[in-house]
């Protein structure tokens, strides 16, 4: 089946400076590929995703990047600012599968 | 719109004992799913449902069951409570081919 992997597990990043999470996953078949964040005390928040037939999404100050080739994809957030501070899974679908998510990485903005 | 909702929000119960986890969604929703989450462990799928009157087992399905005798709730049930259940329990729901949802989640604490 599918697996998903998330690097790193932590990542540390002064207020304004961009921050990188990026997920690699098995199967070529996969072809959706969301990104949550998860509050303290919350469910996972759905904040941004990509389909396969797309390299790049961008919203405001998030964006997804796709690479099928290699099978990886990234979640970049830029001018970051201490809300960004959370908990952030990625994960990836084959057609209407159950989703598989990665580990998580516990961001924290420094102000 | 309520979206998904998780009742009870916490709990506490001793080994051996039952109780059943509702999930509730009032989006019309053909797919729900159940979660928990460990640290360090993501979030693990324990059972889901494609539609009313179906369930079926995920990653970790081992002493949980669960019902969906109707499309807007899914109830997750322990039969016999272990310490190895403690664990955050979330519920999430999504319609065909579109983005999933997650509910505000149920900290459970077996002693």
């Known amino acids: 089946g599918e697996n998903v992997e998330q690097h790193p597990s932590t990542l540390s990043v002064q207020e304004g400076d961009s921050a990188v999470i990026k997920c690699t996953y098995s199967d070529s078949a996969s072809n959706y590929f969301p990104w949550y964040k998860q509050e303290l005390g919350k469910g996972p928040q759905l904040i941004i995703d990509?389909?396969?037939?797309?390299g790049e999404k961008k919203d405001q100050r998030i964006a997804v990047t796709l690479n099928k080739t290699a099978k990886h994809f990234s979640l970049h957030i830029t001018e970051t600012q201490p809300e960004d501070s959370a908990v952030y899974f990625c994960?990836?679908?084959?057609?209407?599968?159950?989703?598989?998510f990665g580990k998580g990485t516990r961001l924290s903005v420094i102000a | 719109n309520a979206g998904v909702t998780q009742t009870p929000k916490f709990r506490v119960l001793k080994t051996g004992q039952s109780m059943t986890l509702l999930c509730a969604q009032d989006?019309?929703?053909?797919?729900m799913y159940w979660y928990r989450q460990d640290p360090g462990m993501g979030l693990r799928l324990i059972h889901y449902s494609v539609g009313e009157g179906t369930t079926a087992k995920g990653e970790v399905p081992d002493g949980y069951n669960v019902s969906r005798l109707k499309k807007q709730n899914f109830l997750l049930g322990l039969e016999s409570a272990a310490p190895s259940q403690t664990s955050v329990y979330f519920c999430?729901?999504?319609?065909?081919?579109?983005?999933?949802?997650f509910g505000p989640g149920t900290r459970l604490t077996v002693t």
């Open positions: 994960a990836a679908r084959i057609g209407n599968t159950p989703l598989v």
């Open positions: 989006m019309n929703h053909e797919y």
């Open positions: 999430a729901s999504r319609a065909w081919a579109h983005e999933q949802y």
């Open positions: 990509i389909r396969s037939n797309v």
